[in-house]
């Protein structure tokens, strides 16, 4: 079996989650929601800047984005395919007519009718990891929100969807996982990524244990894969 990564990142919609694709190592296929999504003319900026390679495709609705996956699953000079992302997915699946229409008819059966097809689309999507497929690491975006402190004070975060689908769900699949954030210091407002879980956030590297993995690096994903190969 020809395995190769399947990474999710997590964070805010303003964290900066697409222009991370521009830190991975040589050549990534950045596929991306039409209207949905933005960020991408920063990251082949950034991608540029760090000698990196990065092409950006996008999709229109769902059969579009079956259509350009399996185009960017054949394209077999890439190292990595970053979707961008869950979160708009997610949103063109709820609006789909087959959606509405159940949600007409049953509020609450539309809901698991719409969750259950929005794992198998998370299923679908790391399955391109996997076997003849498997050429290239497959990343997977998702947008967070914080609600309120829980009764543990700790921030209250949940995925940005529509749907019965929590944050374990895209946790459990994921080889890597890392939130993107934003943190105060004394200097001013600065970006990482969250490599451990931590409060009401995630974070892990598969391979690494916990007193091996440094829960924070700086905001680039090839940290983050040379974390994971010394695993």
Request: glycine share 10%; charged share 30%.
């Amino acid at each position: 079996m020809n395995k190769k990564i399947y990474g999710v990142v997590f964070g805010a919609r303003t964290a900066g989650k697409t222009t991370l694709s521009a830190t991975l190592p040589g050549k990534t296929i950045l596929l991306q929601a039409a209207v949905y999504e933005s960020g991408s003319r920063s990251a082949q900026k950034l991608a540029k800047k760090l000698g990196n390679e990065l092409e950006v495709r996008t999709f229109h609705d769902l059969v579009d984005f079956w259509t350009e996956l399996e185009k960017c699953v054949a394209d077999k000079t890439a190292d990595h395919l970053f979707v961008d992302g869950f979160t708009a997915l997610n949103e063109m699946n709820w609006n789909s007519d087959e959606i509405q229409r159940a949600h007409k008819a049953n509020a609450f059966a539309a809901y698991d009718q719409h969750g259950k097809k929005m794992k198998d689309i998370v299923k679908k999507i790391k399955e391109k990891s996997y076997d003849n497929a498997g050429d290239k690491n497959v990343w997977l975006t998702c947008s967070l929100r914080v609600e309120k402190l829980n009764v543990n004070g700790e921030d209250d975060v949940k995925l940005e969807v529509h749907g019965k689908m929590g944050i374990s769900e895209l946790v459990g699949r994921g080889e890597i996982v890392v939130t993107a954030m934003e943190v105060p210091t004394k200097d001013g407002q600065k970006r990482g990524l969250l490599t451990k879980s931590y409060g009401g956030y995630f974070g892990r590297i598969d391979g690494v244990l916990d007193d091996e993995n440094p829960g924070w690096v700086e905001p680039d994903l090839s940290l983050v894969l040379k974390l994971s190969e010394g695993a």
